[in-house]
């Protein structure tokens, strides 16, 4: 199957910055779609952002133009810039994709999680 491995999480002060990589490997003829999500204490994960295989990018209104998401098709890595965090970017962020193993069968994966604590 597909294997997604997160880094880059961390503890940060308000208005500090973070970048997260997710790097997916494993038996993958194509990647479709790449994107991010995250889940506070007692909410339910909600996608912070997505880009596609040709680069079509989309945010969650909170965090339109503080962060930013790309990918590397060639390392099947998508990263996650975080620029001016605020506590309640606090958070476990998670990386999904959805792909397929071969021609024929579709495969979606997410990983492990990654926590990220930004202080006021």
């Known amino acids: 199957q597909v294997q997604l491995v997160e880094s880059g999480g961390g503890l940060v002060q308000a208005g500090g910055s973070l970048r997260l990589s997710c790097a997916a490997s494993?038996?993958?003829?194509?990647?479709?779609?790449m994107d991010w999500y995250r889940q506070a204490p007692g909410k339910a994960r909600e996608l912070v952002a997505a880009?596609?295989?040709?680069?079509?990018?989309n945010y969650a209104d909170s965090v339109k133009g503080r962060f930013t998401i790309s990918r590397d098709n060639t390392k099947n890595t998508v990263y996650l810039q975080m620029n001016s965090l605020k506590p309640e970017d606090t958070a476990v962020y998670f990386c999904?994709?959805?792909?397929?193993?071969?021609?024929?069968?579709?495969?979606?994966?997410w990983g492990q999680g990654t926590q990220v604590t930004v202080s006021s």
């Open positions: 494993g038996r993958i003829y194509s990647i479709n779609v």
């Open positions: 999904h994709a959805a792909g397929r193993i071969t021609i024929y069968r579709p495969f979606e994966s």
């Open positions: 880009i596609t295989s040709g680069g079509s990018t």
